[in-house]
């Protein structure tokens, strides 16, 4: 979940500091809400992998003998979803060279990871040390969105999030519902209802509209780093 969000920041990252330094502060909050809505768009892609199909997933990777952890692991993934999803928020805080911050943050989080540890795992065992890591994962991404709200004064969010939440509930519920008469086919029947979620949520993003202009620039650059065809710029461009 983190190859994206890392590439996509790394990308925007000069672009960030540049705006910061000139004092372009709605040209930032464009740029940084837009990338933000980009992490979560690829992390909500990945997601039903690992909410619907976590057995299969570690049975594929580590054999069937760790088929047990899928509790655990989508507890993980749900604190990795939005850990990630704010990761944009971090680059700003190292933007604006709030390292001090960053480091309180650090130790702040492992202080409470510890503390959830001691207390959740004699309790629950794996799923309590899942949810001790999730939790701490989730609290450091509420404090660092906190923090740049308090500082630029700029919350990462728009009115297209809740078309984007309806767009993959609807999928992941279909998807669903095809992968319980799919299951027999074994991973093959993974990668059916995956392709099926795949081009539902995106048919769904197009309809509701939940693409803007701005997020034609983070496509163009991203087919410009990566020498694609810009098919999905244009796919955005119609529907946006």
């Not at 008469?181 to 081009?199: K, M, P, Q």
């Amino acid at each position: 979940m983190n190859i994206f969000p890392m590439a996509l920041t790394a990308i925007f990252f000069p672009k960030l500091t540049e705006l910061l330094a000139t004092g372009k502060k709605e040209n930032l909050a464009s740029i940084y809400k837009t990338v933000t809505k980009w992490v979560l768009l690829f992390n909500l892609f990945l997601m039903p992998l690992f909410l619907l199909f976590p057995e299969q997933i570690l049975g594929l990777l580590f054999g069937k003998e760790y088929t047990a952890s899928a509790i655990p692991m989508i507890i993980l993934s749900g604190g990795y979803f939005i850990s990630y999803f704010l990761f944009t928020s971090v680059y700003l805080l190292m933007t604006m060279k709030r390292t001090n911050l960053i480091l309180i943050n650090s130790i702040i989080i492992v202080a409470i990871n510890i503390l959830l540890n001691l207390f959740l795992i004699p309790k629950y065992g794996l799923i309590g040390a899942a949810l001790a890591t999730s939790i701490s994962f989730i609290i450091m991404a509420l404090l660092v969105l906190a923090e740049i709200n308090y500082i630029i004064k700029i919350v990462p969010f728009n009115w297209k999030y809740p078309k984007i939440g309806f767009a993959f509930i609807i999928s992941l519920i279909s998807t669903k519902l095809v992968f319980n008469y799919a299951e027999t086919l074994g991973f093959s029947g993974v990668l059916l209802s995956f392709g099926l979620f795949s081009i539902s949520f995106i048919v769904l993003l197009a309809i509701t509209k939940s693409f803007e202009r701005e997020d034609i620039m983070i496509m163009e650059a991203i087919e410009n780093k990566t020498g694609m065809y810009k098919i999905f710029s244009r796919f955005i461009k119609k529907f946006s």
